[in-house]
């Protein structure tokens, strides 16, 4: 007599995603508003390079890392808005057009 083990069945794999050509538009947009300081005295650990570029600068008194230095990084976005940025400019370049989008039945 002999056993039959049960076999488990195979999940189907997903057929891979096809890469969209359409290079009209990102699916995801990533923006970064600076944001004024409060005071004048307020130290800035945030330094726009580029409009799409910031750095990073440790604030006085953060201790090291482990070699005795501070690590300063830089991140990039879809666009950058500088503290002097208006709530209209942002607006217009961020929001704006994804409520046409939207009105147009558009993802």
Same mark, same amino acid.
């Given at each position: 007599?002999?056993?039959?083990? $049960? ?6 794999r &997903?057929?891979g995603?096809k #890469?969209? /050509?359409n290079?009209e538009?990102?699916? %995801? ?19 726009m390079?580029?409009?799409t570029?910031?750095?990073?600068? $440790?604030?006085?008194g953060?201790?090291?890392? &482990?070699?005795g230095?501070? #690590?300063? /990084?830089q991140?990039?976005?879809?666009? %950058? ?20 989008d939207?009105?147009?039945c558009?993802?």
């Amino acid at each position: 007599m002999t056993k039959c083990s $049960p076999r488990k069945a195979k999940t189907p794999r &997903r057929p891979g995603q096809k #890469k969209n /050509t359409n290079t009209e538009k990102d699916p %995801v947009g990533v923006y970064c508003r600076i944001r004024p300081l409060g005071a004048e005295d307020e130290e800035c650990c945030v330094e726009m390079i580029t409009n799409t570029t910031i750095q990073l600068h $440790p604030p006085d008194g953060l201790k090291a890392n &482990r070699n005795g230095e501070y #690590k300063e /990084t830089q991140y990039s976005f879809k666009k %950058v808005f500088g503290p002097k940025t208006s709530q209209k400019e942002l607006f217009e370049d961020v929001s704006k057009p994804l409520i046409e989008d939207l009105i147009q039945c558009k993802n």
